[in-house]
């Protein structure tokens, strides 16, 4: 399939000479939950700045700049290339900035792109910005389709990508999954893996949030869902685990402690992908009785009765107790604004939910707060497409829209590695063996994302969970428990400290591009350790195990890649 240019395709894509200096500098478009996680850690464990931000949400916009561009101090504002609406609008200021002579005379660009924006937006920005040149973190998922994948692939630069590129699978990144990884790859704890059982339990009001309330409550024709939106961190963890070349630790004393390369080997790639799923909970038939038409819990007579109120989750478990970030701000994006000028404890320097708040605080974000839930929809007087166009986080549960599922089983199978000769012979690590692994996305959960499982080996298996890993021999009978390295705590809730490990690689291997010199694809391997290919193959995966189910079929990988691939490149 002929591939349309990107729209900047005729733009001098060589960064500016100041982008060669330090430190390095990034943009974030979108200062949602995502890019601020990004942009703390950046900020507080690179040798990277915060140089930008792309946002159309006035308040967000202002409140990302203050607290990690320009500043909160009196008379602090942002400089010229520092505040954009949105990411066009940033695009059209860097083309411009581009094509301005002489260069000592331009505004400062930027080195780096995280792109922290909804979904279906990630594709539409890798296109228009990929032939700038410049160094791409994109939070998961890649895209929405498998054709939308191909096409990032392509205009990213497939098998010979000139700039940096980092995916956000963060569980790749965290200390306790580095650790795992390695006692099961290098160390062999276990012996050769025969299976993995994985789980995501996402938590039973959290899914009623994002994935029946939310944003990410529908599936799209081209096959997106929640294995896709919310437990790809999950395949591409199976895969990296037992897809991917073992890892080498590092032999470069300046590099990061977790960082690694990896054995010469290719990929183990699967044999076959099977799922089974489906809207289980979150539908009409379990509709309590006495809620009767109600579509919103402020009118709802079975609201005290329910868990999944959104006056119990939103009020009672959060704004009640101080709580105003996540998930409270994903409803009311101008709570803190609300919120700030009741804040008796806040000070020039301090941020209002650093504190305790006020019980006036307290009381103006409840009353926003039900504002909010209160909004509802009609079906006599709204069409299908205005109700969808949209979040109602005070919806029934029970009387949504959402079509995503909220128990799927994912099983995934390996032959014997078939190896010729060369590599048989050269290869420095054992063959790998006929495996399955099986993945569980549930809803219903006290856990809220604290992933667990258990691997079996010929020797022992190992059971973990998100803080813990225990390993039990079969030849001594006993159970070793294996200390996890410790993290600050801002680092540990944030995915066991795998959005730090994301971000410190990435800004490390565009460091080691732009300022020491090493190639894109040493700097990619060794730092980033995950390919722009192998992040598309892990979304394969997710497509594949969507097609798997709703066809109630079993892939055959090897095939159905290759029919995928050639008629999309057809």
Request: glycine letters at 6%; aromatic letters at 8%.
């Amino acid at each position: 399939m002929k591939e349309a240019q990107p729209p900047v395709a005729n733009i001098n894509n060589k960064p500016s000479p100041l982008n060669t200096t330090k430190p390095l500098r990034f943009l974030v478009i979108g200062a949602g939950s995502r890019g601020t996680a990004y942009a703390r850690a950046v900020t507080t464990t690179t040798v990277g700045v915060i140089h930008a931000i792309a946002e159309p949400h006035a308040f967000k916009r202002q409140e990302f700049g203050r607290n990690f561009i320009w500043g909160d101090k009196g008379g602090s504002s942002p400089h010229e290339g520092q505040e954009f609406t949105d990411w066009q609008e940033w695009l059209q200021w860097e083309l411009k900035r581009r094509q301005q002579t002489p260069h000592a005379t331009q505004p400062p660009g930027v080195d780096g792109v995280f792109i922290c924006t909804l979904d279906e937006t990630h594709i539409e920005i890798l296109r228009a910005i990929a032939s700038l040149q410049l160094h791409i973190l994109c939070e998961k998922p890649l895209a929405l389709s498998l054709a939308d994948c191909l096409t990032a692939y392509r205009v990213l630069g497939g098998q010979s990508p000139s700039t940096i590129f980092s995916i956000g699978h963060v569980l790749r990144y965290s200390p306790h999954n580095i650790l795992l990884r390695k006692l099961l790859l290098v160390d062999r704890v276990i012996g050769d893996i025969v299976s993995l059982e994985h789980c995501e339990p996402v938590g039973w009001w959290h899914f009623s949030h994002s994935y029946v309330r939310g944003n990410w409550r529908r599936q799209t024709p081209a096959g997106d869902g929640s294995l896709l939106t919310k437990s790809c961190h999950d395949i591409d963890f199976i895969l990296w685990l037992l897809c991917s070349p073992p890892p080498v630790p590092s032999s470069d004393a300046n590099a990061d402690v977790d960082a690694t390369t990896e054995d010469s080997q290719p990929p183990h790639l699967p044999r076959s992908i099977s799922s089974t799923g489906t809207l289980t909970q979150f539908r009409p038939a379990r509709k309590p009785l006495a809620a009767g038409s109600a579509t919103n819990c402020l009118s709802c007579p079975a609201e005290p009765e329910c868990n999944y109120s959104a006056l119990k989750i939103y009020r009672d478990m959060h704004v009640k107790q101080s709580i105003f970030d996540w998930p409270v701000n994903i409803v009311c994006p101008d709570i803190e604004d609300v919120i700030r000028p009741c804040t008796s404890s806040s000070t020039e320097n301090s941020s209002p939910t650093e504190n305790p708040s006020s019980p006036a605080a307290i009381a103006a974000a409840e009353i926003h707060l039900l504002k909010r839930l209160g909004e509802d929809y009609s079906r006599e007087s709204m069409t299908d497409t205005e109700i969808a166009s949209r979040p109602w986080y005070g919806r029934c549960v029970y009387d949504g829209d959402n079509t995503v599922c909220d128990d799927q089983i994912v099983t995934i199978t390996w032959d014997d590695e078939q190896l010729s000769p060369p590599l048989a012979s050269s290869s420095k690590t054992p063959l790998r063996l006929a495996k399955t692994a099986t993945f569980h996305m549930i809803a219903p959960t006290e856990k809220q994302c604290e992933r667990r499982g258990r691997v079996y080996g010929t020797r022992g298996e190992i059971s973990y969970d998100s803080r813990n890993i225990s390993i039990y021999s079969f030849a001594t009978r006993s159970t070793t428990h294996i200390a996890v390295p410790k993290q600050a705590p801002e680092e540990e809730k944030s995915h066991g400290g795998g959005d730090y490990g994301l971000a410190r690689s990435f800004v490390k291997a565009v460091d080691a591009v732009v300022s020491r010199g090493m190639g894109v694809e040493e700097a990619q391997r060794r730092f980033v350790g995950c390919t722009l290919e192998e992040a598309v193959r892990s979304h394969a995966v997710v497509f594949a195990a969507e097609e798997a189910r709703r066809e109630e079929k079993v892939v055959k990988w090897g095939e159905w890649w290759g029919e995928k691939v050639s008629g999309l490149e057809g």
